[in-house]
């Protein structure tokens, strides 16, 4: 029984359902992007990943022959051993005619003037609800609001979306999608009923046949279970879930062996240039890559048409179904309360 679901996230893009593929190094390419926003979700290029501005220029073009649906470029402001170049990348992006920016790490605080001025809507994802609202208050039109399970880095306060999520809606007044352990329509509708709008996946993603990745990557990501990711970085302040590995298991000896006093240059080796290693090649023990816990609800590898048809299938299933089947008529003694 699949559902039309129509939110302020999917009005604010102009989608027709409230799902959002996040950013992904090496993965948020145009085949990912214009797929998701093709099956009506909100597909993003990953702006870093392609290096230049030239390059990231192309990629747009190439999404927009894909595509003839809304999609976004994510930009991501996290430490990096070579500084990408943010203005050209940006100026690349609105350029492109792209109208849509997911942003991460750092608040955009010094773009959004520019932003603005390119009539660019803004999603900002952070975790937590202090970053939440400073990033409201400089003008972000929505939000990403990333819990403890999620891939990727989520932040240092380790608060999951259970809490995260009601907690957000309480103090948000600009829509916002919940992210990290999203999977299947359940997730979509746990999200919406805590306050969300929508719902941000990335893992899942991932494990689809059009995620240019090596199979590699996908398989580990169906044959992991929810006790297989690990927390890296976190000595460094800039936490990451990862996927277990060999790669992943030296960076954990060197934070134990080295306690505070680890640099980012005794990771450097298992962290840096490692996802083109892992992603195009497949060498999974190369080091640390991003992924979820949501890896132990994943058990295949669908088209990215067929898991959104899913997620909504079994969305509209939960709703119209479960839920209003629990819904019983008040008994006299209630409906007596009630009315006193
Ligand atoms: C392989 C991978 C790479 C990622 N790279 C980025 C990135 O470059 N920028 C970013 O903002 N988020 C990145 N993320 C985080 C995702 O956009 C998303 O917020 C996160 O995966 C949500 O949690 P989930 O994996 O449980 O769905 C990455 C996640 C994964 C799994």
């Given at each position: 029984m699949s559902v039309v679901l129509r939110t302020r996230i999917t009005d604010l893009f102009g989608i027709?359902?409230?799902?959002v593929q996040g950013g992904m190094h090496c993965v948020g390419q145009a085949p990912l992007a214009a797929a998701v926003s093709n099956a009506g979700g909100l597909g993003l290029i990953t702006?870093?990943?392609?290096?230049?501005p030239e390059k990231l220029a192309a990629e747009i073009r190439r999404c927009r022959e894909l595509t003839d649906k809304p999609f976004g470029v994510n930009v991501t402001f996290l430490p990096a051993v070579v500084p990408p170049d943010y203005p050209g990348l940006i100026k690349a992006i609105v350029d492109g005619g792209v109208r849509i920016v997911e942003t991460a790490g750092n608040n955009p605080s010094k773009w959004m003037p520019l932003f603005k001025e390119a009539g660019i809507k803004v999603i900002h994802k952070c975790t937590s609800v202090r970053h939440a609202l400073k990033a409201e208050s400089i003008g972000v039109d929505a939000l990403s609001i990333d819990g403890?399970?999620?891939?990727?880095h989520p932040g240092e306060?380790?608060?999951?979306?259970?809490?995260?999520l009601p907690l957000a809606a309480d103090a948000l007044k600009v829509p916002f999608v919940a992210s990290g352990g999203m999977a299947d329509g359940r997730s979509l509708v746990a999200a919406l009923s805590m306050g969300a709008e929508g719902i941000n996946m990335g893992t899942r993603f991932v494990?689809?046949?059009?995620?240019?990745?090596?199979?590699n990557v996908k398989q580990a990501i169906v044959a992991?279970?929810?006790?297989d990711t690990r927390l890296v970085m976190r000595p460094l302040r800039n936490t990451e879930r990862v996927l277990n590995n060999a790669g992943v298991e030296r960076i954990l000896a060197k934070e134990r062996e080295l306690?505070?006093?680890?640099?980012f240059e005794d990771v450097l080796e298992q962290v840096a240039g490692v996802y083109p290693r892992v992603?195009?090649?497949?060498?999974?023990?190369a080091g640390a890559w991003s992924c979820g816990m949501v890896a132990g609800l994943i058990h295949d590898v669908p088209t990215v048409a067929a898991l959104m048809d899913r997620i909504m299938a079994q969305a509209g299933e939960i709703i119209a179904a479960r839920l209003s089947s629990m819904v019983q008529p008040a008994s006299p003694r209630v409906a007596a309360q009630a009315s006193a």
């Open positions: 027709e359902r409230p799902i702006g870093l990943t392609m290096g230049t403890f399970e999620c891939g990727g306060d380790d608060v999951p979306n259970m809490v995260l494990a689809t046949v059009e995620a240019p990745v090596h199979d992991a279970s929810e006790l306690g505070s006093a680890i640099r992603m195009y090649k497949g060498e999974m023990d």
